[in-house]
């Protein structure tokens, strides 16, 4: 008896702007010009952001932080695809699409300072805190998505993570659960190409994360991650499919991190300078900067007001955390269990006796 083919599949790639910022006027998605601008902004604020507290963390104002930079479309493009009522599970490297959603500068700088305080989002939008252990995101995205499934409502899951995210078994049970459950959520990969140190080539056999989804009967993309409009335009598709009831898509962001995996790490120990000179010159701002610049909506005066503006509102979110003081004790116990143990209780009143000091 031959073999037949039972199964056949292959992945697409999306890139609707290049390197020089023109774009494919027939992949381009219908977005407004002062909306291209909007995310412009918002992209410079996360970079410029990103850099402030980099230096704060090197002032020892706030704790280890991961930076962002050259991340800013993979995660800004698909965040603008959500309405407020939508749920954002978001990961730790998504500064400029959450400054986009709404998220208050400051609470940044408190997370990153260790207060809770910076978790706990205005109810004006649905976001879940940031969330540090690798991939244990996902199934709570699932868990949404299928809670509002079953209330029918028209809402979806929007969940980010990382390549690094695609070896736990939580990437695979919650696309697994997708999957089958036909839930309304959208997985997204930035695929920066490293977890810490190490490269996706040690990170997966499978040629693309993409591919991943298919196992598991999930409409998948890899896109340009630099490219904002890529980015967009699959998210936009990935979340019509999900308010329709058509279930889950997974979305492959490929990028590139243009700085250390945090600041406690030294990434010239494990990738060449030549490796980063040429993701420089991907570098998604510069990118949409090069695309509004030709399209004569952005110039040079415009850009000097808007660094200023971002500084500004970053200086004042600093002060804003800053002022707030060390938070309560209890803040440091009180998350762990709905009702402390006999161990943290005891703990919570030895160190009570510290507060203040
Ligand atoms: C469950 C778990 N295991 C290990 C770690 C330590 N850790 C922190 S970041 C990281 C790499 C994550 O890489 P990736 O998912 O690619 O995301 P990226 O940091 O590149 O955005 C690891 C292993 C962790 N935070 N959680």
């Given at each position: 008896?031959?073999?037949?083919?039972?199964?056949?599949?292959?992945i697409?790639?999306?890139?609707?702007?290049?390197?020089?910022?023109?774009?494919?006027?027939?992949?381009?998605?219908?977005?407004?010009?002062?909306?291209?601008?909007?995310?412009?902004?918002?992209?410079?604020?996360?970079?410029?952001?990103?850099?402030?507290?980099?230096?704060?963390?090197?002032?020892?104002?706030?704790?280890?932080?991961?930076?962002?930079?050259?991340?800013?479309?993979?995660?800004?493009?698909?965040?603008?695809?959500?309405?407020?009522?939508?749920?954002?599970?978001?990961?730790?490297?998504?500064?400029?699409?959450?400054?986009?959603?709404?998220?208050?500068?400051?609470?940044?700088?408190?997370?990153?300072?260790?207060?809770?305080?910076?978790?706990?989002?205005?109810?004006?939008?649905?976001?879940?805190?940031?969330?540090?252990?690798?991939?244990?995101?996902?199934?709570?995205?699932?868990?949404?998505?299928?809670?509002?499934?079953?209330?029918k409502?028209?809402?979806?899951?929007?969940?980010?993570?990382?390549?690094?995210?695609?070896?736990?078994?939580?990437?695979?049970?919650?696309?697994?659960?997708?999957?089958?459950?036909?839930?309304?959520?959208?997985?997204?990969?930035?695929?920066?190409?490293?977890?810490?140190?190490?490269?996706?080539?040690?990170?997966?056999?499978?040629?693309?994360?993409?591919?991943?989804?298919?196992?598991?009967?999930?409409?998948?993309?890899?896109?340009?991650?630099?490219?904002?409009?890529?980015?967009?335009?699959?998210?936009?598709?990935?979340?019509?499919?999900?308010?329709?009831?058509?279930?889950?898509?997974?979305?492959?962001?490929?990028?590139?991190?243009?700085?250390?995996?945090?600041?406690?790490?030294?990434?010239?120990?494990?990738?060449?300078?030549?490796?980063?000179?040429?993701?420089?010159?991907?570098?998604?701002?510069?990118?949409?900067?090069?695309?509004?610049?030709s399209?004569?909506?952005?110039?040079?005066?415009?850009?000097?007001?808007?660094?200023?503006e971002?500084?500004?509102?970053?200086?004042?979110?600093?002060?804003?955390a800053?002022?707030?003081?060390i938070?309560?004790?209890?803040?440091?116990?009180?998350?762990?269990?709905?009702?402390?143990?006999?161990?943290?209780?005891?703990q919570?009143?030895?160190?009570?006796?510290?507060?203040?000091?």
């Amino acid at each position: 008896m031959p073999r037949k083919k039972i199964a056949e599949f292959s992945i697409d790639y999306l890139q609707v702007m290049d390197e020089g910022g023109v774009v494919d006027q027939s992949l381009m998605p219908n977005i407004s010009d002062a909306q291209i601008t909007e995310f412009y902004r918002y992209m410079v604020l996360g970079r410029v952001f990103d850099e402030k507290l980099f230096s704060l963390q090197r002032q020892g104002r706030i704790g280890t932080f991961p930076q962002a930079k050259g991340q800013e479309a993979a995660n800004l493009g698909a965040i603008a695809c959500l309405k407020k009522d939508d749920w954002l599970v978001p990961s730790y490297r998504e500064y400029a699409g959450l400054l986009y959603r709404g998220v208050p500068l400051s609470r940044f700088i408190l997370v990153f300072s260790g207060d809770e305080r910076g978790n706990s989002h205005p109810e004006t939008y649905r976001c879940l805190p940031y969330c540090i252990p690798i991939g244990s995101q996902l199934p709570h995205a699932v868990g949404i998505a299928l809670g509002m499934k079953l209330k029918k409502e028209k809402n979806v899951a929007l969940v980010f993570m990382g390549d690094g995210a695609t070896s736990e078994g939580d990437f695979h049970e919650a696309l697994n659960f997708a999957g089958v459950f036909k839930v309304p959520c959208i997985f997204v990969c930035q695929n920066n190409q490293y977890a810490i140190s190490t490269p996706i080539s040690k990170q997966t056999s499978s040629q693309t994360i993409a591919q991943k989804g298919i196992a598991y009967g999930i409409p998948s993309i890899k896109v340009d991650g630099n490219d904002i409009f890529a980015v967009y335009a699959a998210a936009q598709e990935a979340v019509s499919r999900a308010r329709e009831g058509n279930g889950p898509s997974l979305i492959e962001a490929f990028t590139y991190r243009l700085c250390d995996h945090t600041t406690s790490d030294d990434s010239k120990k494990y990738r060449s300078q030549e490796e980063i000179a040429q993701w420089e010159v991907k570098n998604p701002i510069a990118r949409l900067r090069k695309f509004l610049e030709s399209k004569k909506i952005w110039t040079e005066a415009q850009e000097a007001k808007l660094l200023e503006e971002c500084s500004i509102k970053i200086e004042s979110a600093i002060k804003e955390a800053e002022d707030l003081g060390i938070p309560p004790l209890d803040h440091m116990f009180g998350y762990m269990y709905q009702e402390m143990d006999q161990q943290l209780n005891e703990q919570f009143h030895y160190s009570k006796k510290f507060e203040g000091k």
